[in-house]
């Protein structure tokens, strides 16, 4: 059943503040759980009662969410949260950072930090199946060639998380990890089959502890070794 809008707890916004604000309450719709993803939000006469806001203000903040992938306005429909917070912002900043190959391992490394702690909490049975089938495709391949495997390790992990805000930054980051691996050019299955295990194993006990201090042993490795193979790339 549909909630009455003017019924829905939402602070009023104080003029200094206009548009910025007017989008923090309008996300707090969804981090409430007042409004689910996918649900209509109220309308724009609804929103000004609300907020005490101008129209004007309102159609600047709706703008600046429909940028950042997270509403869709429809024609003589209304607005909808969207059912997964879109990718754009992120992937617009990966782009311009595209050659800053250190910036895009640190925002890698913040990222998967943060996704392995949660996964230890939320990776099902079966996820960890399919974790492990990545481990033993790793073990097997030959010529030191396992990107595929690798990649699908780290993106189990992260879509594990299941975090509707952390969706479009995960799908950007995973584009970026073929390009990342390129800089590396000497390849050591076993450190990485060690690695993975043992992420794995932290994972299985759902210690997070565990999880996290493996996860930065490993993303630390990768990182040395792209810079490394940068280094050599520069030196030829």
Known sequence: MERDPLQMNVEHVNRKTLSKQVVERILHLLSSGQLKPGDKLPTEAEFITILGVSRTVLREALSALETLGIITRKTREGTYFNLKVGSAPFSDMLNLASDNIQAIIEARIVLELGLITIATEKITDEQLEELYETIVEIEESKDNNYGQADKQFHRIIALSANNLILDGMIHSLLLYHAK?????????????????????????????????????????????????????????
């Open 180 to 236: 990342i691996n390129n800089h590396i050019i000497l390849r050591e299955k076993e450190k990485t089959v060690a690695h993975h295990k043992r992420i794995y194993e932290a994972l299985k006990e759902r210690d997070a502890y565990k999880a996290h201090t493996a996860m930065y042993d490993h993303l630390r490795f990768v990182q040395k070794k792209i810079l490394e193979g940068q280094q050599e790339k520069k030196g030829e």
